[in-house]
């Protein structure tokens, strides 16, 4: 059964630091992988998806990696701000079990101003 | 702005009542998923569609829930009765498959259920 893990389960750090999030998970035969954002009481935001083929994607200040190898994905957030300021998480699409995604729990993230 | 819509977003009910959660995904994607969220377990799949077709719901206590999508524009998921313990926030999504490639997850706001 495959098992996503985010570590730090929270993190907060002052504006403008460049920041690291991790992902990790147990079975690396997987479809894709997607970074999501959730701020408190909305529903889940995508930021990137990395197909199993790719080794990273960028968006704005966002770059997500991916090393299926060693099942890690991080999450570069650079020059952090307090807008930010929400719960990352990463979730995979496994190949033998169709569409169904699986979630970490979360890192929740503070930039302080 | 293309985007799921989920409703009710809030509902409070009483133990025992039925409760229906509606989805419309957004047009064009042919796959939506019920995720369900709670503190203690964070994001749970209930059930997922693919063209309409229930592809897996073992995530859903089928006593008691039900999930269907009557068209391509509306998902349902029904508890029947209700229990504190479904107390959670309800998430519906949709995507995109084509051609055996799966495209990004898009989420609605969410139906906060409060069962008393």
């Known amino acids: 059964k495959q098992e996503v893990t985010q570590i730090p389960a929270a993190l907060s750090v002052p504006e403008g630091e460049n920041l690291v999030l991790n992902c990790s998970f147990t079975d690396s035969a997987i479809y894709n992988l997607q970074w999501f954002r959730q701020d408190p009481g909305k529903g889940l935001t995508s930021l990137l998806l990395?197909?199993?083929?790719?080794r990273e994607q960028t968006s704005g200040r966002l770059n997500a990696s991916l090393d299926k190898s060693s099942g890690r994905s991080t999450l570069y957030i650079a020059a952090s701000q307090p807008g930010d300021s929400a719960t990352y998480l990463c979730a995979v699409k496994e190949t033998t079990s169709g569409s169904r995604l699986t979630f970490g729990e979360g890192t929740q993230l503070t930039v302080n101003p | 702005d293309a985007r799921v819509t989920q409703t009710p977003r809030d509902k409070v009910t009483e133990m025992g009542q039925e409760v229906t959660m509606r989805c419309q995904p957004i047009?064009?994607?042919?796959?939506v998923f019920w995720y369900r969220q709670t503190m203690m377990q964070g994001l749970e799949l209930l059930a997922y569609?693919?063209?309409?077709?229930?592809?897996?719901d073992s995530g859903m206590p089928k006593d008691r829930f039900s999930a269907e999508m009557p068209d391509a524009t509306l998902a349902t998921l029904k508890i029947q009765p209700s229990e504190p313990r479904d107390s959670a926030v309800y998430f519906c999504?949709?995507?995109?498959?084509?051609?055996?490639?799966?495209?990004?997850?898009?989420f609605g706001e969410g139906s906060r259920l409060t069962v008393l």
């Open positions: 990395i197909q199993s083929s790719q």
């Open positions: 047009l064009g994607h042919n796959t």
């Open positions: 999504a949709s995507g995109l498959v084509l051609g055996g490639r799966s495209g990004e997850l898009f």
């Open positions: 569609f693919r063209n309409r077709a229930p592809l897996d």
